[in-house]
Nanobody, 124 residues
Framework: QLQLVESGGGLVQPGGSLRLSCAAS????????IGWFRQAPGKEREGVSC??????IAIYADSVRFTISRDNAKNTVYLQMNSLKPEDTAVYYC???????????????????WGLGTRVTVSS
């Protein structure tokens, strides 16, 4: 069974950091595009970052504060988030597209597999 499980969310003060994890099971992250998305209350889901299947290309909505990385040995993708702001409060989702027919990942929600999300709250 293909599964993505996010973890690492929680309550953090403005200016703080969190590292989210996305663990894949039932398939390998090799040759898989991975995207991180978030959805705040009352807002549409938006792309935060993505990593292409070979891990050589990363795309960010905010490249200053966020960093995406992979550990293929652990079959896990991470999203390091620094200098968090209250507007970063959202449920964060990871998504996967296996054996993609296009070389670059995307911040559009065109992914086949999705996790259930982890909640991030930035508040003092």
């Amino acid at each position: 069974q293909l599964q993505l499980v996010e973890s690492g969310g929680g309550l953090v003060q403005p200016g703080g950091s969190l590292r989210l994890s996305c663990a894949a099971s039932g398939f390998t992250l090799n040759n898989t595009h991975i995207g991180w998305f978030r959805q705040a209350p009352g807002k549409e889901r938006e792309g935060v970052s993505c990593s292409s299947s070979r891990g050589r290309i990363a795309i960010y909505a905010d490249s200053v504060r966020f960093t995406i990385s992979r550990d293929n040995a652990k079959n896990t993708v991470y999203l390091q988030m620094n200098s968090l702001k209250p507007e970063d409060t959202a449920v964060y989702y990871c998504a996967a597209e296996r054996n993609p027919s296009f070389p670059f990942c995307t911040l559009l929600p065109h992914y086949t597999h999705w996790g259930l999300g982890t909640r991030v709250t930035v508040s003092s």
